[in-house]
């Protein structure tokens, strides 16, 4: 399962005509390379997730995202996005709450992964109390060789000095700095056209799914984040 050469001849028009007039004028080879195709990939994650990670929710009205832009703070007047995206949050948090997976296909790339994006504060601290008080769990997931083949490693835009709260001389030091938690690969956008395409979305999930279950635990079960 893959997406038809004509969703990245789509995307690179887009790119190059990025109007309402064109848009509207090519709305049938939206509906019919890039809107169809996702749905069908998101349903059929729907079905696959459960045998390894069933609390990931998929489904199209949740999991697909717009092709509009919301120009209305943005200085980028631009009405539409160049690429095509889709989350799979995990149930019982809010789409941008908590950790969850994640794809998109761009004109030039495809980039697969997941982890916490943007927490609010108060999840961040329950996460990076998470973190120091079960360091050798993470350490576990972000060093092993699968998570380190597909990855490199944990991406996370650290502060310069360990937040408040938390003290400068605790094995988590570094991963408490961080104030978002990314793993993800990036591909040549010709993946998204590959027979291969979905059994990489597969392999990248699952390489993912320890993380996220991870980022999520003091979350869903705050009272054993102990």
Known sequence: ????????????????????????????????????????????????????????????????????????????????KTHIASSFPTRGLAKHEGAGTYFHISPDEVWIGGGMYAPQPPQLFAVREHISGHFKQLRAIVESPGFRKQF??????????????????????????????????????????????????LSVFRQVVPLTRFLNAPLLHPSRNV
């Open 152 to 201: 490199g490693a944990l991406e996370g835009e650290p502060l310069k000095r360990v937040p408040r709260g938390f003290s400068k001389d605790d094995p988590a030091a570094e991963y408490l700095k961080f104030t978002r938690f990314i793993a993800g690969a990036e591909f040549p956008s010709t993946t998204a056209t590959s027979p291969a395409f979905y059994k990489t979305v």
């Open 1 to 80: 399962m893959n997406f038809p050469p004509e969703t990245l001849r789509f995307l690179r028009a887009l790119k190059r005509n990025n109007r309402r007039e064109w848009f509207n004028a090519h709305r049938d080879d939206y509906e019919s390379y890039v809107r169809q195709p996702m749905t069908a990939i998101v349903e059929r994650l729907a079905v696959d997730l459960r045998a390894f990670a069933p609390e990931l929710v998929a489904s199209p009205k949740v999991s697909m995202y717009r092709i509009y832009r919301d120009t209305r703070f943005s200085e980028n007047k631009t009405p539409y």
